[in-house]
């Protein structure tokens, strides 16, 4: 007999309760605001549109599925099964923090603050809850394209939008990059980090860096297969080069990194407390990932 789907409501702490956390009581949290000339009502305000999004969203769960929540804190320790429907209340960056741990699942995303959310990934109204959910098992799901960095020691890290690999701090980062190809010689670099990300990410970090350097790059979309690279202020001396700067990864098409640094690290999406470490002689290959997020609607 197979088990009915279960509806997993993704969240994470509002900043009014990290302030309650931090602080007691609302009148001392208010207090602390209004010291620094600041009012609690808006993020309390904020906080009550988000609960009230996810007490919606619970509520329109069918009877005969089972329910769960979990916390963005959590995500890591959370066992998702494959029947699962997976539904992110709060921001777009919740949906990338969710990705990551996740085999094919359908993700809704649900918009808790319409107009402070760019609503690329969360596109969706509470009262949309409890539609999406009755198709969310047939129903059509966009594919976005996720990126991996797999190390040499098979430490592996997934990612929505991006994955960073450079020094933790303001170090500069060396390392030899190249294609993921034997008979290609790679160049040695300095810099401060490169970046290979995916269409989601184009709209995010990815994009400050093209419109930074005005690359002349077309940017991939959400599903396309492609991925796109940059290296972050690449150093040239009379050891290190700069000629692999930018460029584009075909679906099949991987950059292999080998580091000449004490310590570097790669991690996704921006979550630094889940990163791979890594050290000199390492080799780290980064390109599209088998895994894809479906996102219904």
């Known amino acids: 007999m197979s088990l009915a789907p279960r509806a997993v409501l993704v969240h994470r702490t509002t900043e009014y309760e990290e302030l309650l956390a931090r602080h007691g009581t609302h009148g001392q949290a208010a207090f602390f605001l209004a010291s620094r000339g600041r009012s609690l009502d808006e993020v309390a305000e904020r906080h009550h549109r988000a609960r009230r999004a996810l007490t919606e969203v619970a509520a329109a769960v069918p009877l005969r599925w089972r329910q769960s929540r979990v916390e963005r804190a959590d995500l ?167 000629s692999r700067v930018e460029g584009v990864l075909e679906s099949a098409e991987r950059l292999r990194v080998t580091v000449e640094s004490d310590r570097l690290v790669a991690f996704g999406d921006g979550i630094e407390s889940d990163a791979l470490e890594l050290t000199w002689g390492q080799t780290v290959s980064r390109g599209r990932a088998d895994t894809a997020l479906r996102l219904v609607g």
């Open 76 to 242: 890591d320790r959370f066992l998702f099964a494959p029947e699962d429907v997976v539904v992110v209340v709060g921001q777009d960056g919740l949906v990338a923090n969710a990705a990551k741990y996740l085999a094919g699942q359908p993700v809704i995303g649900i918009d808790t603050d319409p107009g402070r959310n760019p609503g690329v990934l969360v596109r969706h109204r509470p009262s949309d809850a409890a539609a999406l959910l009755a198709s969310a098992a047939t129903g059509r799901a966009d594919e976005l394209t996720m990126v991996e960095a797999v190390a040499d020691d098979t430490q592996r890290l997934l990612a929505l939008n991006e994955i960073y690999l450079g020094p933790p701090g303001h170090q500069t980062a060396r390392y030899r990059l190249g294609p993921d190809d034997p008979d290609s010689a790679p160049e040695p670099q300095a810099s401060s980090g490169l970046l290979v990300g995916t269409g989601t990410g184009a709209t995010g970090w990815l994009r400050s860096l093209w419109q930074q350097r005005g690359s002349g790059l077309a940017l991939p979309g959400p599903a396309d297969p492609r991925l796109i690279w940059f290296v972050r202020e690449a150093w040239p001396s009379p050891t290190t080069g700069t």
